[in-house]
């Protein structure tokens, strides 16, 4: 599987580690740290990419997309993309698929260039992530699931970056920087850390994303809270204290909201795949 010049050049690591008739998985280490964008580079193949670490910026179909744990991107063959990455470096899942299994999964019809990852989507990646060593069984699985959460998501929500006023996608960037990077500590507080009216910045979430301020917070911290539980977290009263829930059922309900299942039971799943994840 080949990669552009440009991964010879910004990314640490990348390791495939699974490749199947039709699809591949890798996981990308890139070490780059530059504001500016990278020269043009052309997709070779249809290719969906989630963040697993850190955050980034895309620019393809004349658009710009911020792609971080809570936006993937989807690139198609043929289409010029450049890079900039102004946080420093960042881990990614990439997924490749040849043209006649991406239209399987897929469908005949075109792609958003982005997609919003909700709670399920994220935990449809950690499964995947989880099941690469058994590619033709557990992997093809999970991959489905990947792969038909991502399209549903697409059709049923806005493209992020697409539509609106380009100052209120700005200013939704930025708000979702400042939220991945700490909590600012509500509405408020958060509108007057970025200068901006609390009035438009509600109201450009659901715009830009497709959902509330409020929901996408929330999304990042069932985010955290699964960091913890696929890492050996095992106390929920402490893991809801940290993340800033009012107690533990507050987290429970949360994260079923989002993710579709309980804290405990997301707990004994991650745990499982866990311990089924290959070492490298």
Same mark, same amino acid.
């Given at each position: 599987?080949?990669?552009?010049?440009? $991964?010879?050049?910004?990314?640490?690591?990348?390791? *495939?580690?699974?490749?199947?008739?039709?699809?591949?998985?890798?996981?990308?280490?890139?070490?780059?740290?530059?504001?500016?964008?990278?020269?043009?580079?052309?997709?070779?193949?249809?290719?969906?990419?989630? #963040?697993?670490?850190?955050?980034?910026?895309?620019?393809?179909?004349?658009?710009?997309?911020?792609?971080?744990?809570?936006?993937?991107?989807?690139?198609?063959?043929?289409?010029?993309?450049?890079? !900039?990455?102004?946080?420093?470096?960042?881990?990614?899942?990439?997924?490749?698929?040849?043209?006649?299994?991406?239209?399987?999964?897929?469908? *005949?019809?075109?792609?958003?260039?982005? #997609?919003? #990852?909700?709670?399920?989507?994220?935990?449809?990646?950690?499964?995947?992530?989880?099941?690469?060593?058994?590619?033709?069984?557990? =992997?093809?699985?999970?991959?489905?699931?990947? #792969?038909?959460?991502?399209?549903?998501?697409?059709?049923?929500?806005?493209?992020?970056?697409?539509?609106?006023?380009?100052?209120?996608?700005?200013?939704?960037?930025?708000?979702?920087?400042?939220?991945?990077?700490?909590?600012?500590?509500? @509405?408020?507080?958060?509108?007057?850390? =970025?200068?901006? $009216?609390?009035?438009?910045?509600?109201?450009?979430?659901?715009?830009? =994303?497709?959902?509330? =301020?409020?929901?996408?917070?929330?999304?990042?911290?069932?985010?955290?809270?699964?960091?913890?539980? *696929? !890492?050996?977290?095992?106390?929920?009263?402490?893991?809801?204290?940290? @993340?800033?829930?009012?107690?533990?059922?507050?987290?429970?309900?949360?994260?079923?909201?989002?993710?579709?299942?309980?804290?405990?039971?997301?707990?004994?799943?991650?745990?499982?795949?866990?311990?089924?994840?290959?070492?490298?």
């Amino acid at each position: 599987m080949s990669y552009p010049r440009r $991964s010879v050049r910004a990314v640490l690591e990348t390791v *495939e580690v699974a490749a199947r008739p039709g699809y591949a998985v890798s996981v990308v280490r890139c070490a780059e740290d530059h504001p500016g964008w990278s020269p043009p580079e052309v997709a070779a193949g249809h290719r969906m990419v989630l #963040v697993r670490r850190g955050r980034f910026r895309r620019r393809a179909r004349g658009r710009v997309e911020d792609a971080d744990s809570t936006v993937a991107y989807l690139a198609s063959p043929g289409e010029e993309e450049s890079f !900039a990455h102004p946080a420093g470096g960042d881990v990614c899942t990439s997924v490749t698929f040849g043209e006649g299994r991406w239209r399987q999964l897929a469908g *005949e019809g075109s792609v958003p260039p982005a #997609v919003y #990852v909700d709670g399920r989507l994220d935990l449809a990646h950690r499964r995947a992530v989880a099941s690469v060593a058994d590619p033709d069984y557990a =992997l093809a699985e999970e991959l489905l699931a990947l #792969v038909g959460a991502a399209i549903t998501q697409a059709a049923t929500s806005p493209t992020p970056a697409s539509g609106g006023r380009a100052d209120d996608r700005a200013v939704v960037s930025r708000a979702r920087e400042a939220i991945l990077a700490e909590d600012p500590g509500g @509405l408020f507080p958060l509108a007057d850390l =970025l200068g901006v $009216s609390p009035y438009r910045l509600s109201r450009a979430f659901p715009r830009e =994303l497709g959902v509330s =301020l409020t929901r996408y917070r929330n999304r990042v911290r069932v985010g955290r809270a699964l960091d913890r539980m *696929e !890492a050996g977290e095992r106390g929920l009263a402490r893991l809801a204290a940290d @993340l800033g829930f009012a107690d533990q059922a507050h987290l429970t309900r949360t994260v079923r909201e989002h993710a579709g299942t309980t804290p405990a039971a997301l707990r004994k799943l991650l745990a499982v795949e866990r311990s089924q994840t290959p070492r490298r």
